[in-house]
């Protein structure tokens, strides 16, 4: 299995930069894409996607989400961060069979 | 509108089985994977099985493998989960979600909770 590893809390201020990462065991690059995958996830709902293969936006999600990275290395940018974006955010590899992060905790300070 | 509606959760026994559904609605079901993704209380997101566009291909966590089987009828645009000899450990809230071409999980359901206690 590939393993994922996160920071498990993160707190920022209103309006500053928060930065998520993300580090597999494993490259999870195949053909030219990189199958990592990031998702938001509040407290009593679904999780929501928010980047797919690394660095695309899914719709609907605000540019204030950005991600990047490649190989074994990846970051989920929020920047600048609303009240809205205290919630927990997961890396999720589908190079392999799924695995996911186990997840980080952004708070505000 | 994408949806995905679970239903079929409860409380169980342990060694008892359990059936879940997740009925879709708002795109061609049979043009996509699904899979199944459970978590436990106050626990992370964990993968539990995949399906293929008709079904003929599955895949399971090794936590859950010959214990779980997942299954879809496109007919009635509907995704399964069977849960047999159920475990303490096997309690969670239970997601389907839809697979897109690059296996991103790009939309889920609100979930279905499964409690495994005498």
């Known amino acids: 299995d590939i393993v994922l590893t996160q920071s498990p809390a993160l707190a920022v201020s209103l309006g500053q930069r928060a930065t998520i990462s993300c580090k597999t065991n494993q490259n999870v690059d195949y053909y030219g894409n990189s199958y990592m995958h990031w998702y938001q996830q509040k407290p009593g709902q679904q999780p929501k996607l928010l980047i797919y293969?690394?660095?695309n936006l899914a719709s609907g999600i605000p540019a204030r989400f950005s991600g990047r990275g490649s190989g074994t290395d990846f970051t989920l940018t929020i920047d600048p961060v609303e009240a809205d974006d205290t919630a927990t955010y997961y890396c999720q590899q589908s190079r392999n069979l799924p695995t996911f992060g186990a997840g980080t905790k952004l708070e505000l300070k | 509108e994408v949806q995905l509606v679970e239903s079929g959760g409860g409380l169980v026994q342990p060694g008892r089985s359990m059936k879940l559904s997740c009925a879709a609605s708002g795109f061609t079901f049979s043009d996509y994977y699904m899979a199944w993704v459970r978590q436990a209380p106050k626990k992370g997101l964990e993968w539990v099985a995949s399906?293929?566009?008709?079904?003929?291909?599955?895949y399971y966590g090794d936590s859950v493998k010959g214990r779980f089987t997942i299954s879809r009828d496109n007919a009635k645009s509907t995704l399964y989960l069977q849960m047999n000899s159920l475990r303490s450990e096997d309690t969670a809230t239970y997601y389907c979600?839809?697979?897109?071409?690059?296996?991103?999980?790009?939309?889920w359901g609100q979930g279905a909770s499964v409690t495994v206690s005498s």
């Open positions: 293969l690394a660095s």
């Open positions: 979600a839809r697979l897109d071409y690059y296996y991103v999980m790009d939309a």
């Open positions: 399906i293929s566009y008709e079904g003929s291909s599955t």
